[in-house]
């Protein structure tokens, strides 16, 4: 008696799989698609900022004037890309876009330095990205700076040992500070939910549509039966998929594993849980694939864009904060990140799990609820 | 002439026919025109960089006066931010994996009496590197500090001797001087957001006829190919041109972007975006014919390209020579330059008349490809 919902549980998984198998082309985008994206988003995805191009116009044609811009541009953030006399020309640039830059050395500049008056170079910045501009900033700053110390150490010679505070960084858990081994694992959360919400929020919808639903209601199949079914195996290619991103991410683009992979496992079956019954509970309130998918959307790329994944939370206005809080991709984009860079476990990521199980319980139980409701 | 009329007709006729679909189906109209401000909204407002304040911990061995004002100059910049105050540095481990902290500031045991001796004094600062970019930032605020408590020391004591730099820089910042993200972001954003609606929109539309197989019917009619894709094309491209105007608006209004080019250039632009991006929608649907396939083709084809490739948020520059060669063929990366170029950088015709070029290509192109691939399906 208690084998019958197994072996009903059995056909159903049975029937979704050879639906979905039937279908080539969907196989290979469940499969194949989120390889790619992972792949082409690994190497896409870099935020540091350096050879920004830079137009010299030097006015003063010096050796003194030429020294300093080869100083300036010695660390590689700056990268020469014209020199000119014309700063009307220098300033097109900037407006063309092909330069970010434009640094303007006063005629003069030599002569003053020598007789330590003070003069000032120009520098121009294109602000369109204000990241790259500050960067550019720095860059000259940092110069300056030390080349004025550098200018008074005849002077600080002569006085007694000066008090000076070093500051040594140390960098942990990404001490090359590449952007890919940070992202890789944020990018397979955003694949994750991706998939597994969609097929699942279109492929029922779709049923409906074509009124194979119906022709399930009349099977003795409990609506339980009927959900779990659907959903299992569109769980077990989440997982595939998941590991599949590890496996991709560890070997291509050297994201560690630190951490407990048991432990990401589970957790994320139970992220999965959630996206499922998402798509479960947005299907029942679609009536065509279009709708299914709009709605879909207007759920996940807030959810994308609001995890932190792609810009920190911290710097999210105080009133968006909380909404965070409630978006299951947060805290599952902070597990991956934390177990796989920082060997964090379930003691320090309890509240975390903690929360996606919440999510994935109360979604479950109302995905299923509208559900059997509708069925009945 | 006579021809031209009947073509216009059909491709009327399939256009109120499609209008019916869509009038038909509420919710997806509103969310079609509603989405986009929503979503510039919630990104305008929540897709930003600029982190005002790192949360730091700090581990006092020294616990003097000197040290007091040496995390005093860290907190009262508002680039840091003190979360934590911990008696040993193993305390912060728990910390840093939950992400509570992001960098931790060790001042060792006799800091005070070694500044007082004139002796160089190392503190430590140890930072969560797995954000790069947060990292790269926390780094260049705190190196700034202590040049600045340098500066300070020194200037005390050579009683202003060395106060005069002999160097200066005078830094000119043009288009964005307040350096807001905004400014940078929002023009990318309204190309995001127009790019993932106009795809969407029309992925599906000719993959549904297939399903439902209503197709069959409109093969018994006598409309052509090209007036099967116009008529689809152009309901939604008035409801994609009304969702850019209140992009554009809400943009330019609740973000303080400017407008400081020719709005006739943002105008065409705009409009062959549009065009492109419904064309390449409706070459999905013609292609596939499944509306789930056609889904996933959307996503891979404009979403992912849209967010990567088109110099949004990822500089193209440090891409991978096959990438940035891919970026080419990314009709929003030239639509974001257009935006851009418009809005922030006050151009015009003459600088932006390439980036039009391109877009007219591409969306003749996709009209002309979709067109094209139906008719082969129909034999």
């Given at each position: 008696?208690?084998?019958?919902?197994?072996?009903?549980?059995?056909?159903?998984?049975?029937?979704?799989?050879?639906?979905?198998?039937?279908?080539?082309?969907?196989?290979?985008?469940?499969?194949?698609?989120?390889?790619?994206?992972?792949?082409?988003?690994?190497?896409?995805?870099?935020?540091?900022?350096?050879?920004v191009?830079?137009?010299?116009?030097?006015?003063?044609?010096?050796?003194?004037?030429r020294?300093?811009?080869?100083?300036?541009?010695?660390?590689?953030?700056?990268?020469?890309?014209?020199?000119?006399?014309?700063?009307?020309?220098?300033?097109?640039?900037?407006?063309?876009?092909?330069?970010?830059?434009?640094?303007?050395?006063?005629?003069?500049?030599?002569?003053?330095?020598?007789?330590?008056?003070?003069?000032?170079?120009?520098?121009?910045?294109?602000?369109?990205?204000?990241?790259?501009?500050?960067?550019?900033?720095?860059?000259?700053?940092?110069?300056?700076?030390?080349s004025?110390?550098?200018?008074?150490?005849?002077?600080l010679?002569?006085?007694?040992?000066?008090?000076?505070?070093?500051?040594?960084?140390?960098?942990?858990?990404?001490?090359?500070?590449?952007?890919?081994?940070?992202?890789v694992?944020?990018?397979?959360?955003?694949?994750?939910?991706?998939?597994?919400?969609?097929?699942?929020?279109?492929?029922?919808?779709?049923?409906?549509?074509?009124?194979?639903?119906?022709?399930?209601?009349?099977?003795?199949?409990?609506?339980?039966?009927?959900?779990?079914?659907?959903?299992?195996?569109?769980?077990v290619?989440?997982?595939?998929?998941?590991?599949?991103?590890?496996?991709?991410?560890?070997?291509?683009?050297?994201?560690?594993?630190?951490?407990?992979?048991?432990?990401l496992?589970?957790?994320?079956?139970?992220?999965?849980?959630?996206?499922?019954?998402?798509?479960?509970?947005?299907?029942?309130?679609?009536?065509?694939?279009?709708?299914?998918?709009?709605?879909?959307?207007?759920?996940?790329?807030?959810?994308?864009?609001?995890?932190?994944i792609?810009?920190?939370?911290?710097?999210?206005?105080?009133?968006?904060?909380?909404?965070?809080?409630?978006?299951?991709?947060?805290?599952?984009?902070?597990?991956?990140?934390?177990?796989?860079?920082?060997?964090?476990?379930?003691?320090?990521?309890?509240?975390?799990?903690?929360a996606?199980?919440?999510?994935?319980?109360?979604?479950?139980?109302?995905?299923?609820?509208?559900?059997?409701?509708?069925?009945? | 002439?006579r021809?031209?009329?009947?073509?216009?007709?059909?491709?009327?006729a399939?256009?109120?026919?499609?209008?019916?679909?869509?009038?038909?189906?509420?919710?997806?109209?509103?969310?079609?025109?509603?989405?986009?401000?929503?979503?510039?909204?919630?990104?305008?407002?929540?897709?930003?960089?600029?982190?005002?304040?790192?949360?730091?911990?700090?581990?006092?061995?020294?616990?003097?006066?000197?040290?007091?004002?040496?995390?005093?100059?860290?907190?009262?910049s508002?680039?840091?931010?003190?979360?934590?105050?911990?008696?040993?540095?193993?305390?912060?481990?728990?910390?840093?994996?939950?992400?509570?902290?992001?960098?931790?500031?060790?001042?060792?045991?006799?800091?005070?009496?070694?500044?007082?001796?004139?002796?160089?004094?190392?503190?430590?600062?140890?930072?969560?590197?797995?954000?790069?970019?947060?990292?790269?930032?926390?780094?260049?605020?705190?190196?700034?500090?202590?040049l600045?408590?340098?500066?300070?020391?020194?200037?005390?004591a050579?009683?202003g001797?060395?106060?005069?730099?002999?160097?200066?820089?005078?830094?000119?910042?043009?288009?964005?001087?307040e350096?807001?993200?905004?400014?940078?972001?929002?023009?990318?954003?309204?190309?995001?957001?127009?790019?993932?609606v106009?795809?969407?929109?029309?992925?599906?539309?000719?993959?549904?006829?297939w399903?439902?197989?209503?197709?069959?019917?409109?093969?018994?009619?006598?409309?052509?190919?090209?007036?099967?894709?116009?008529?689809?094309?152009?309901?939604?491209?008035?409801?994609?041109?009304?969702?850019?105007?209140?992009?554009?608006?809400?943009?330019?209004?609740?973000f303080?972007?400017?407008?400081?080019?020719?709005?006739?250039?943002?105008?065409?632009?705009?409009?062959?975006?549009?065009?492109?991006?419904?064309?390449?929608?409706?070459?999905?649907?013609?292609?596939?014919r499944?509306?789930?396939?056609?889904t996933?083709?959307a996503?891979?084809?404009?979403?992912?390209?849209?967010?990567?490739?088109?110099?949004?948020?990822?500089?193209v520059?440090?891409?991978?020579?096959?990438?940035?060669?891919?970026?080419?063929?990314i009709?929003a990366?030239?639509?974001?330059?257009?935006?851009?170029g418009?809005?922030?950088r006050?151009?015009?015709?003459?600088?932006?008349?390439?980036?039009?070029?391109?877009?007219?290509?591409?969306?003749?192109?996709?009209?002309?490809?979709?067109?094209?691939?139906?008719?082969?399906?129909?034999?």
């Amino acid at each position: 008696m208690s084998r019958t919902p197994l072996v009903q549980l059995g056909a159903v998984m049975l029937k979704e799989v050879r639906q979905t198998v039937r279908d080539r082309r969907q196989m290979v985008l469940l499969v194949v698609a989120p390889l790619i994206q992972l792949v082409v988003l690994g190497y896409a995805v870099d935020l540091d900022i350096d050879r920004v191009p830079t137009v010299v116009v030097d006015h003063d044609r010096t050796v003194s004037s030429r020294l300093h811009v080869r100083r300036l541009l010695a660390d590689g953030t700056l990268v020469e890309v014209a020199r000119t006399n014309d700063e009307a020309a220098a300033q097109r640039m900037l407006e063309l876009g092909t330069a970010t830059v434009v640094l303007v050395i006063p005629p003069g500049f030599d002569r003053a330095l020598a007789r330590g008056d003070q003069t000032q170079v120009q520098v121009v910045l294109d602000g369109t990205n204000p990241n790259r501009s500050a960067v550019a900033a720095a860059s000259v700053q940092r110069y300056i700076a030390t080349s004025t110390v550098g200018a008074g150490s005849d002077l600080l010679e002569l006085l007694p040992p000066l008090p000076r505070i070093d500051l040594a960084t140390r960098i942990r858990y990404n001490p090359r500070l590449e952007t890919a081994i940070f992202m890789v694992p944020g990018i397979s959360a955003v694949l994750l939910i991706l998939i597994t919400m969609i097929v699942t929020a279109m492929g029922l919808t779709r049923e409906r549509e074509v009124g194979t639903l119906e022709q399930v209601l009349v099977t003795p199949l409990s609506p339980t039966v009927i959900i779990l079914g659907k959903l299992i195996p569109f769980a077990v290619i989440g997982l595939f998929d998941f590991l599949l991103a590890l496996t991709v991410g560890s070997w291509l683009f050297d994201v560690p594993i630190r951490g407990s992979l048991l432990f990401l496992f589970c957790v994320t079956a139970l992220y999965l849980l959630t996206t499922l019954s998402s798509g479960l509970l947005i299907s029942t309130v679609s009536t065509s694939q279009q709708q299914a998918l709009l709605t879909g959307f207007a759920f996940i790329l807030p959810a994308i864009l609001l995890s932190g994944i792609f810009t920190p939370v911290m710097a999210m206005p105080w009133w968006l904060r909380p909404l965070t809080y409630i978006n299951p991709v947060r805290y599952y984009a902070q597990v991956i990140r934390a177990v796989l860079l920082k060997s964090a476990g379930p003691s320090e990521l309890w509240p975390h799990v903690l929360a996606l199980a919440g999510f994935g319980v109360f979604f479950v139980i109302v995905a299923a609820n509208r559900f059997r409701k509708q069925l009945g | 002439m006579r021809k031209l009329y009947r073509f216009l007709v059909r491709v009327g006729a399939l256009a109120s026919k499609e209008t019916i679909h869509i009038r038909r189906d509420v919710r997806t109209l509103y969310m079609a025109l509603g989405l986009p401000v929503v979503l510039l909204l919630l990104f305008g407002f929540g897709v930003s960089f600029d982190i005002d304040s790192i949360p730091l911990a700090v581990v006092d061995h020294d616990r003097t006066r000197a040290s007091l004002e040496l995390r005093r100059t860290f907190v009262a910049s508002d680039d840091f931010r003190l979360v934590a105050l911990l008696d040993d540095a193993e305390d912060a481990e728990p910390l840093f994996q939950r992400g509570r902290v992001m960098a931790l500031l060790v001042i060792p045991p006799g800091y005070e009496r070694a500044v007082a001796h004139g002796e160089t004094v190392t503190v430590q600062l140890v930072l969560d590197g797995t954000d790069a970019n947060t990292a790269n930032m926390a780094r260049g605020k705190a190196e700034g500090m202590a040049l600045g408590v340098n500066l300070e020391i020194v200037r005390a004591a050579t009683s202003g001797v060395v106060a005069g730099a002999p160097l200066g820089a005078s830094i000119w910042t043009r288009f964005n001087p307040e350096g807001r993200s905004a400014l940078f972001l929002v023009p990318g954003l309204i190309a995001y957001i127009l790019a993932i609606v106009a795809v969407l929109l029309t992925s599906l539309t000719v993959a549904r006829e297939w399903e439902r197989g209503s197709m069959e019917q409109l093969f018994a009619t006598p409309v052509g190919r090209l007036e099967i894709i116009l008529g689809k094309l152009l309901p939604y491209l008035c409801i994609g041109l009304v969702a850019v105007l209140m992009v554009l608006t809400v943009g330019a209004w609740v973000f303080d972007v400017p407008v400081r080019g020719d709005l006739t250039v943002l105008a065409i632009g705009s409009f062959l975006f549009l065009i492109g991006m419904l064309g390449l929608g409706l070459l999905i649907s013609v292609l596939t014919r499944n509306q789930l396939v056609a889904t996933q083709a959307a996503f891979l084809s404009s979403m992912l390209p849209t967010l990567l490739l088109s110099n949004f948020i990822f500089p193209v520059e440090n891409m991978p020579t096959i990438l940035q060669w891919l970026s080419r063929i990314i009709p929003a990366r030239y639509y974001i330059e257009v935006l851009r170029g418009v809005l922030l950088r006050g151009n015009g015709y003459a600088e932006l008349w390439p980036d039009l070029l391109v877009l007219l290509g591409f969306s003749a192109l996709m009209i002309t490809v979709s067109a094209a691939r139906f008719t082969r399906r129909l034999a």
